[in-house]
């Protein structure tokens, strides 16, 4: 089961609010609602994601909605961060493979055995 961060659960239930009142059904959308609507359980949310509640609470919509260049800001940090987790794999996987290939080195030497003597 994978877990969600603190943004990915408020992106889906910005999405959630957006879609519902565009689409006519709700023009403040309960927390139910915007569970249902995002997929993501009621329950969880309100055990893991407490602070995000308060925002949903707050005048909903107006708080949830925000501007386009800050959609941008947002994605271009994301974006970012994951260039940087992402070029931080790569080279933990380069020592990896490195490391490998000393312990392979290492067990395709010829060894000495030792007589023991009687």
């Not at 107006?62 to 386009?68: G, R």
């Amino acid at each position: 089961m994978k877990k969600f961060t603190d943004y990915e659960v408020w992106s889906l239930l910005t999405v959630a609010a957006e879609q519902l009142v565009v689409s006519g059904k709700k023009s403040n959308p309960s927390i139910s609602a915007l569970c249902r609507h995002a997929n993501i359980s009621r329950a969880h949310l309100y055990a893991s994601f407490p602070h995000l509640l308060e925002k949903i609470r707050a005048p909903k919509l107006k708080k949830m909605q925000c501007s386009l260049s800050e959609r941008i800001k947002i994605l271009e940090f994301e974006n970012n961060t994951l260039k940087r987790n992402n070029a931080a794999l790569a080279q933990a996987c380069m020592e990896l493979k490195l490391s490998v290939l000393k312990i392979e080195q290492e067990m395709n030497k010829p060894r000495r055995i030792k007589k023991l003597s009687p």
